[in-house]
């Protein structure tokens, strides 16, 4: 009989799709041949510490189609589960990547939005991730039904929506949750964070060392004191108190477990 107080996984970095970089030609294929409205989201370690925190944030998470690895911490997490990493897929490199290879040089099969962030870096963001091809933007700072009620009215049956959201963790994943919903037709669904701030060089990358080093998030700190401070300095030692408290409750459960098949 199956052991009903096995070891489980954390239900988070269970959920993640992880790739290695040749994966990822085949994943954007697999995107394709969906035939309903898709939510992209990445996990990383800020929104892994908010998950724990708030169980809506969870539930949103592990609704959305694909969850994709971003970031160190992640690695680590998986790690921690017995799962192969693999490649680190954050957003600011693969969006570019996924929305160039889906739209190409089609003119008319695909619609572009962009709903996130503020002026002048929304619409400046927007035109430089999408290529200067013709796009619908709006910020970040409005409610769920706004953002529906934005796309129905410059949705064109027929054509493929791709929407990419950038209203920072957990917003996005709420407001994509709701479009997915109402949506009757193809589309893809991008819960982009930070990615049109970046595209529009409001923020700067960090160099090529960083990211290959995982330690992008300390290059943004140092550059966002203020803004970033509680989410690395503090997050950081909360996300392995979370890690930690994750596997010793599921460590419990395996204790009990032999605890109990022991008794007379």
């Given at each position: 009989m199956k052991n009903p107080l096995t070891k489980r996984m954390d239900p988070l970095i269970g959920k993640l799709k992880l790739l290695e970089e040749a994966d990822t030609g085949p994943f954007i294929s697999e995107l394709k041949k969906r035939d309903s409205p898709t939510i992209l989201g990445f996990l990383?370690?800020?929104?892994?510490?908010?998950?724990?925190?708030?169980?809506?944030?969870?539930?949103?998470?592990?609704q959305v189609n694909y969850l994709l690895r971003d970031g160190i911490g992640i690695k680590m997490a998986c790690s921690f589960n017995g799962r192969d990493p693999k490649a680190n897929l954050n957003?600011?490199?693969?969006?570019?990547?996924?929305?160039e290879d889906l739209v190409g040089e089609s003119k008319d099969r695909y619609e572009l939005f962009a709903m996130g962030t503020r002026e002048p870096w929304l619409s400046e963001g927007a035109?430089?991730?999408?290529?200067?091809?013709?796009?619908?933007?709006?910020?970040?700072?409005?409610?769920?039904?706004?953002?529906?009620?934005?796309?129905?009215?410059?949705?064109?049956?027929?054509?493929?929506?791709?929407?990419?959201?950038?209203?920072?963790?957990?917003?996005?994943?709420r407001v994509a949750l709701h479009l997915q919903k109402a949506m009757d037709t193809r589309a893809l669904l991008i819960c982009g964070g930070a990615i049109l701030d970046f595209s529009a060089q409001r923020f700067p990358r960090a160099p090529?060392?960083?990211?290959?080093?995982?330690?992008?998030?300390?290059?943004?700190?140092?550059?966002?004191?203020?803004?970033?401070?509680?989410?690395?300095?503090?997050?950081?030692?909360?996300?392995?108190?979370?890690?930690?408290?994750?596997?010793?409750?599921s460590a419990r459960r395996v204790g009990d477990w032999n605890a109990l098949k022991r008794e007379p």
């Amino acid at each position: 009989m199956k052991n009903p107080l096995t070891k489980r996984m954390d239900p988070l970095i269970g959920k993640l799709k992880l790739l290695e970089e040749a994966d990822t030609g085949p994943f954007i294929s697999e995107l394709k041949k969906r035939d309903s409205p898709t939510i992209l989201g990445f996990l990383n370690q800020h929104g892994y510490n908010i998950a724990q925190r708030q169980p809506a944030v969870l539930d949103s998470f592990l609704q959305v189609n694909y969850l994709l690895r971003d970031g160190i911490g992640i690695k680590m997490a998986c790690s921690f589960n017995g799962r192969d990493p693999k490649a680190n897929l954050n957003g600011s490199d693969f969006i570019p990547e996924l929305i160039e290879d889906l739209v190409g040089e089609s003119k008319d099969r695909y619609e572009l939005f962009a709903m996130g962030t503020r002026e002048p870096w929304l619409s400046e963001g927007a035109r430089n991730l999408f290529g200067n091809r013709h796009f619908h933007a709006i910020d970040g700072f409005k409610e769920p039904e706004d953002y529906l009620a934005f796309y129905q009215k410059h949705h064109v049956p027929g054509r493929y929506p791709i929407i990419v959201l950038a209203m920072g963790m957990p917003k996005q994943e709420r407001v994509a949750l709701h479009l997915q919903k109402a949506m009757d037709t193809r589309a893809l669904l991008i819960c982009g964070g930070a990615i049109l701030d970046f595209s529009a060089q409001r923020f700067p990358r960090a160099p090529i060392v960083f990211r290959r080093l995982g330690l992008e998030w300390a290059f943004r700190m140092l550059i966002e004191p203020r803004r970033l401070f509680k989410r690395y300095a503090i997050g950081i030692p909360v996300f392995f108190y979370y890690l930690s408290r994750n596997a010793l409750s599921s460590a419990r459960r395996v204790g009990d477990w032999n605890a109990l098949k022991r008794e007379p």
